[in-house]
């Protein structure tokens, strides 16, 4: 009698557990179409590569030539319209929609706000590339010029920060508007790029055509991003050798690429204030100390000299730059570089779009779109005029053949031996590691955090995903580059494919910022948008 009273009362609390259940928002449950469908995709890829790399290489850049070299005039076109839509949004009366309530705050300050939006924008790559990009200019110059001579140094200065500049940032930015608008003025509480369209879809934004949607941007953002931690492991563990005698052996990369993901994992499961917040903050306080540094201890004439000098070439030559293509001459440097970046731009924009939406509630329109221009195109100007030109400076001054050291030691090693010819070189290379690894991890704790979102149906009150599912996808970011690094097998096929998404992301954003052109005029009709008459930038 008393058992069956007992499981008499047990079934009765249970069917009271399962209505609340039933009769809840689902806050917190897992998308499990999204989250297998995304992860099996990403495997039924990754694990041919794995096993014939050459042959999956072959098939992959064949695919990546095809489209670079047919439509590099889409994706040109596709920087300038994205720079033409968020000047428009910026300032018309759309700029002014308040992402929040009327008497809405920044959630977070300024500095810091600004601080996650670079980091989650540039990853390590700023600090690899921003070094050593001109060096691939230099050696191969565009436009006509000839190596060595004083042209090939100016524009080899320059489109560093062309293709790290404002097209860049705005590709990144559009999608930001109909997400960003969908949480704080529509007050939803899903996070996924399907979401962001449906505005221009509708309900299908509910079925096949939305779950397709959010599965591609999976496994783009986690096929681009796991490439870019690969290529920061090699620079991390060059400085690891400079300064402590470390060998560069598989365990050392292992070890550097675990620490990295351990780094990012826990920043992830603390949220946006506790981990990715402070993290942020330091990163930025840590990087004006370097470029500082550098800037006064280096030919600091010549760095602000030659800084003036870009400034002045990117902006007579904006135009040129973003629509050439070469046809004639037939060099392949715009597909090489411009097509190359502009795709790799589209492949992350959904996500970068998504957190920078994440991070400005309390904020205008105005304010995210032109905050995420400004300061995103400042950020990596200072990278690429400082560290970029420092190295130029030892070339052209003869102080250290960069161009030997990379065609002999590689670009980690040439790094590491354009940091070391600083005062104090072997403090500056370790601070340039600590950066990298820094950096990365600023990076993909966002990445995780976003892709945790995706996964849910829904995030809870304070719109945070669950803590195990960003430790998950923290760890996956993290295990793919792992088995590349073990097999010894390239990441190039899987960062190319990522690229080569780029094509059909672009239709995404497309829609993404139909979707809010839409949104804002039908809500307009209902009179239910807050406005910020001044606005502070």
Known sequence: MVVTVLIVKGDQLMSEKVKKEMNSNLEGKLDKHIFFGALAILLLIAIPIIVNPDKSAEIVNSIHAYITYNYGFYFLWFGLASITFVLYISFSRYGDIILGDKDSKPEFRTFSWVAMLFCAGVGGGVVYW?????????????????????????????????????????????????????????????????????????????????????????????????TSLGLGTPLVTACLHSVFGIEETLFVKIAVLFCVTAIFGVSAYLGLKKGIKVLSDINVILTFVLLLFVLFVGDTFFLINMGTTVIGYVAQNFMRMST????????????????????????????????????????????????????????????????????????????????????????PTTIVAIMESLPVGKLIVFIVGLLTTIFLATTYDSTSYILASCSQLKLDKDGEPLRWLRLFWAFSLGLIPLGFIMIGSPLQPLQTLSIALGLPVSFVIILAAISFIKMVKADQEKGIINLREKNRF
Not at 332 to 357: E, K
Not at 362 to 382: A, D, N, P, V, Y
């Open 130 to 226: 921003g070094i050593i990009e001109w060096a691939s200019y230099y050696a191969a110059p565009p436009l006509g010029a000839e190596f060595g001579t004083w042209q090939a140094a100016e524009i080899a200065a320059s489109y560093g920060p062309f293709h790290w500049g404002p097209s860049a940032w705005a590709i990144y930015a559009v999608t930001s508007c109909a997400v960003g608008y969908i949480l704080y003025v529509r007050k939803g509480n899903v996070l996924k790029l399907s979401e962001a369209c449906r505005g221009a879809i509708g309900n299908k934004a509910d079925g096949i055509l939305g779950k397709v949607i959010d599965i591609a941007f999976i496994f783009g953002l986690i096929g681009g991003v796991a």
């Open 324 to 411: 050439w293509l070469d046809p004639v001459g037939n060099s392949g440097f715009p597909q090489g570089w411009t097509v190359f970046y502009w795709a790799w731009w589209m492949s992350f924009a959904p996500f970068q779009g998504m957190f920078f939406a994440r991070i400005s509630r309390g904020r205008t329109i105005r304010q995210m779109l032109l905050g995420t221009i400004l300061w995103g195109s400042l950020g990596c100007f200072m990278f690429f005029t400082i560290l970029g030109n420092y190295g130029l400076s030892l070339q052209v001054t003869g102080k250290l053949d960069v161009m030997a050291s990379l065609a002999n030691e590689g670009t």
